[in-house]
């Protein structure tokens, strides 16, 4: 049986346009297909919208809910919490006992700053790096996120004047002189940039997957060579694992691929969908919020986010929730291959972990431009044919797995995936 409309939803969009600016709480949620879907609850990998349809979700809120919706773990540590009150406005255990468990995962990180979202969180990593080093600009690929500040949001999508530079109307065109854009992958640019004696790199930025534009994994070497780079230069390396930050591994991109930075920048699955983000390195960079760098946040630290936090990491240190995210998620990218070869539809899928891509139109998109070349608009009609028949997706091809994701979820999925792919193409 297939979802003809969804009347519930509908009825709530319009009602919802008459108070909310964009009548969702975020513009990527309004652009969803067809149009938003309005939901009432989830219960581990199944969320049910406000007309009674159950999907199998792989938004997963758009990463953060790593454990499911409903874990009965996170729910009993929140729920312990939430009669002590909201936040102290000063110090309280929670704060280290979190940090605790992030340092111990995370190889060479000493100490852990707490911010509420990705976004906060990446100013104050570029702070920190600028008042280590003393110099201003950064280094960013582009089609890499850091979050939606003025600083941030460029190089990240064509933006409104179609150049692949500013991404905001409204935002301080100064931006683009505090950093230079390179290649996901170009060493050499970025060594000239870095050796250039008037260049005034303070960081390199990156995610280490770049997951928000392919999921596409790091060349062969290549964090190595940004990790030379940054030592040969004095440069502060910065990995940006909003995404990747326990979900590739349990150290992350880190412990996936052996290489430290000087800091990692958590959010999403480190509280499994409550509002906790972090910025982890070296003591002696960290600690300059002690002399001068400001870090501030009315919720920072928020000890029911933390009491989260705490849960969560608790649940993804048990024995093989990655070994069952590999193998969930090669089973998940292998069965939508063989489905798009057998519909001959060209394409790209890429999986790392539990995050899988699909790039329709492209065959080896192994870059940026390749990303960007996708059929979006076939794409988008899938999403569609895949939301009639209960399964959930986020547009743009990116799709996220959660520990609550049995095989027998994917292997359910994979056979709805075939049939859209038919529908679609009808
Ligand atoms: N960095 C990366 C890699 C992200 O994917 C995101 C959000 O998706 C951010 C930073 C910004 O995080 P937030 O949305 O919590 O501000």
Redesign the pocket.
């Known amino acids: 049986m297939t979802i003809a409309a969804w009347p519930a939803s509908q009825q709530a969009w319009e009602r919802t346009k008459a108070s909310l600016g964009g009548g969702v709480s975020t513009g990527l949620r309004a652009s969803m297909k067809p149009h938003p879907i309005f939901f009432q609850g989830g219960q581990g990998p199944r969320l049910t919208d406000l007309d009674g349809n159950t999907y199998l979700d792989y938004v997963l809120g758009?990463?953060p809910v790593i454990l499911g919706h409903g874990h009965p773990g996170l729910t009993e540590a929140v729920s312990r919490q939430l009669p002590l009150g909201a936040t102290y406005g000063s110090g309280h255990l929670l704060e280290a006992e979190v940090a605790e468990k992030v340092l111990a995962r995370i190889p060479g990180t000493e100490r852990v700053l707490w911010s509420?979202?990705?976004?906060?969180?990446?100013q104050v990593a570029l702070r920190l790096a600028r008042a280590a080093t003393g110099r201003h600009r950064f280094v960013k690929f582009t089609g890499?996120?850091?979050?939606?500040s003025d600083t941030?949001l460029v190089g990240y999508r064509p933006g409104p004047d179609g150049s692949l530079g500013l991404g905001s109307l409204g935002q301080n065109p100064a931006a683009m002189e505090d950093l230079a854009l390179v290649t996901w992958g170009d060493l050499e640019a970025t060594a000239d940039l870095l050796k250039a004696p008037d260049s005034d790199i303070a960081a390199v930025f990156c995610?280490p997957v770049l997951?928000?534009s392919g999921v596409l994994a790091p060349p062969l070497g290549f964090l190595q060579g940004l990790r030379d780079l940054c030592d040969a230069t004095g440069t502060i390396l910065v990995f940006?694992?909003?995404?990747?930050g326990f979900r590739i591994g349990s150290g992350g991109a880190v412990t996936r691929y052996g290489v430290t930075p000087d800091l990692v920048?958590l959010?999403?699955a480190i509280a499994g969908g409550y509002?906790l983000?972090a910025v982890a390195g070296r003591a002696e960079i960290i600690d300059r919020t002690t002399k001068g760098v400001v870090h501030a946040g009315t919720y920072n630290g928020n000890p029911v986010v933390l009491a989260a936090g705490s849960a969560t990491l608790d649940a993804l240190a048990e024995p093989d929730v990655y070994e069952d995210f590999e193998r969930r998620g090669t089973a998940l990218a292998d069965g939508m291959r063989a489905a798009l070869a057998r519909h001959g539809v060209p394409s790209t899928v890429h999986q790392v972990g539990p995050v899988v891509q699909c790039i329709a139109g492209v065959e080896n998109a192994d870059s940026f431009d390749a990303f960007l070349a996708a059929d979006q608009e076939f794409y988008d009609r899938l999403g569609v044919q895949m939301l009639r028949r209960g399964v959930f997706t986020l547009p743009g091809g990116r799709w996220y797995l959660s520990t609550a994701h049995s095989d027998a979820d994917i292997a359910q999925t994979v056979a709805v995936f075939d049939e859209s792919l038919a529908a679609t193409l009808s």
Do not use: L
């Open positions: 758009w990463g509420n979202t990705g976004s906060e969180a990446t890499h996120y850091h979050g939606w941030m995610e997951c928000n940006d694992e909003v995404i990747t920048v959010a999403k509002p983000a």
